[in-house]
């Protein structure tokens, strides 16, 4: 019985010796490095590795609680902008129609009204209110084929953004930039 414990022991010393990316004398020589870095408060970083490919949205925590404590959305808005969250593509904020897609096409309002299974009279309402509030934001869209004068809509990314927060992408700051009074206020600014 020892003996087998002993051997997946050695098993496991074996397979971590075999994983090391770097002799010792080499992660002497980073720790060295990594030492100065850090007295000259500095970072050495390792290249990052993508391990999850989740679609997510992130909330600004002190923005909503702040929102919230000034009562500035109503249930229906709230409820409206949990909605869309599987909507919001990537970096741009953009509503869209399919996330996943490389190509996807923004959300008209009657085709957004149609993939939340509701009227269209009931969330036109909703949209214009956000968009006076400051936490939606509506831009020309160039649909083919299309004679009808067609918007995009893009979410606040102070309030909800789907993306590298460090990196904004600068159309969305440009259409954010100016906001309504009670907005300047929020906690947390990305830019």
Do not use: W
Not at 8 to 29: F, G, H, P
Not at 119 to 145: F, M, T, Y
């Amino acid at each position: 019985m020892k003996s087998s414990s002993k051997a997946s022991k050695n098993a496991r010393k074996r397979d971590i010796e075999s994983s090391k990316v770097l002799t010792d004398e080499e992660m002497e020589q980073a720790n060295v490095l990594q030492t100065k870095a850090q007295e000259a408060k500095m970072k050495l970083v390792p290249e990052r590795k993508i391990k999850n490919r989740a679609r997510f949205v992130q909330l600004i925590q002190e923005n909503i609680l702040y929102l919230r404590d000034i009562k500035y959305l109503t249930t229906a808005e709230k409820n409206f902008l949990m909605d869309i969250v599987p909507n919001v593509e990537f970096s741009s904020n953009c509503i869209v129609d399919d996330c996943s897609k490389v190509n996807s096409l923004p959300l008209t309002q009657s085709d957004l009204a149609q993939v939340l299974g509701k009227k269209k009279q009931n969330v036109n309402p909703i949209i214009k209110s956000l968009i006076d509030k400051g936490v939606l934001a509506r831009s020309e869209s160039g649909l083919e084929d299309n004679n009808v004068r067609a918007y995009a809509l893009f979410v606040n990314p102070h309030i909800m953004f789907s993306g590298d927060k460090d990196h904004v992408n600068s159309t969305l700051k440009a259409m954010f930039r100016k906001t309504p009074k009670v907005l300047e206020k929020l906690p947390i600014k990305l830019f």
